[in-house]
């Protein structure tokens, strides 16, 4: 892939007039808090891209489940989870603070082990695991509060490609919750970019990883989003999943994943039986992590989502070579 000029601007520019989801008109969680997720929505060529990785995915399952059926005896679910071979992700964090307080963001050691908890538990069916490597801590008062975004990455970053890197301020930009970069197609020579025009040039390698507020960490204060469920939603984007309600309404492609239900808009606090596509199969999927409900209503990843997030992270992220920092 070679990343067009538009393209490195959009991302680079990203926290200053974010492409997420608007919020206005949803309905609010306890205290009037609303999950509000910042990851930039998905280039045309990225939609072509994935949507072939997703039947591709899909194919792949429908041949498990038929040699499965003519086996007899052999659930389709366990058939699913078997064939997804384990993962460990490497995980660097970083936590952004105006000082050395916990009120100043500086968050205890023992709740980011409760967050990578978290999403070891959310990810166990899908086969991947999470393995802290080294938590840093950095004061300064712009990155505390998600800006200077190029400075915050270019400096911090940890790893290669197939590793994850967190980065916790104390809050976010246009309220907020998180947000991550789908994985793309990199090579030695496409991921470092020289600065293009009108923008600032700062590479997709580094760009790569989740910004997450330190209020939605387990233990959190930002209730109903207090429970570590962000920094799973946002890891989903990093696998390559889009939202479940995705574009175009009732009628367009949704996430692009054919078990998750088409959905017209997000869904917020937790309302069982809602159905914004009563001619289209299924209720909307409103326990599913890559959804808007509140985080105790957030509880699943659909079969197909697991085997896409494998088949995403062998693509994109295990092809890349060479490309450390």
């Known amino acids: 892939m070679i990343f067009s000029k538009l393209a490195l601007s959009a991302a680079a520019a990203m926290m200053a007039s974010s492409t997420g989801v608007s919020a206005k008109g949803s309905e609010p969680g306890a205290g009037g808090n609303i999950r509000n997720c910042g990851t930039p929505q998905m280039t045309p060529e990225q939609v072509h891209n994935y949507n072939t990785l997703a039947m591709q995915s899909m194919n792949k399952l429908n041949y498990l489940k038929a040699n499965a059926q003519k086996s007899g005896g052999v659930s389709t679910q366990k058939v699913e989870i078997e064939d997804l071979q384990e993962k460990e992700i490497k995980v660097y964090v970083h936590v952004l603070a105006n000082g050395t307080k916990v009120e100043d963001g500086y968050l205890e050691e023992s709740q980011i082990h409760e967050q990578i908890s978290v999403l070891n538990a959310d990810f166990a069916s899908a086969k991947f695991s999470f393995h802290l490597q080294n938590i840093s801590y950095s004061i300064n008062s712009s990155w505390a509060v998600g800006e200077d975004e190029e400075g915050f990455k270019s400096h911090l970053r940890k790893g290669e490609y197939t590793d994850l890197n967190l980065y916790f301020p104390i809050t976010l930009p246009e309220s907020l919750l998180g947000y991550a970069y789908f994985p793309l197609f990199l090579s030695q020579d496409q991921a470092f970019n020289s600065p293009t025009e ?3 040039g700062l590479d997709m390698f580094t760009l790569d990883g989740v910004v997450i507020r330190s209020d939605t960490l387990p233990f959190g204060k ?8 962000t920094a799973t ?3 989903g984007h990093w696998f390559g999943l889009d939202h479940t309600f995705g574009s175009g309404g009732c009628e367009g492609k949704g996430d692009m994943i054919s078990d998750t239900p088409v959905e017209a808009s997000p869904a917020y606090g937790c309302q069982v039986g809602r159905d914004t596509c009563p001619n289209q199969p299924g209720e ?5 992590f ?3 409900s509140d985080d105790a209503c957030l509880t699943e990843f659909s079969p197909l989502q697991k085997a896409y997030m494998h088949s995403a992270y062998e693509t994109y992220r295990q092809n890349v070579y060479g490309i450390k920092k």
């Not at 909307?284 to 599913?288: G, W, Y």
Request: proline letters at 9%; hydrophobic letters at 25%; charged letters at 20%.
């Open 222 to 229: 930002y209730a109903p989003f207090n429970l570590g469920r």
């Open 198 to 200: 009108g923008g600032s």
């Open 233 to 235: 939603h946002e890891v």
């Open 290 to 292: 890559m959804d808007y």
């Open 284 to 288: 909307d999927p409103i326990h599913n």
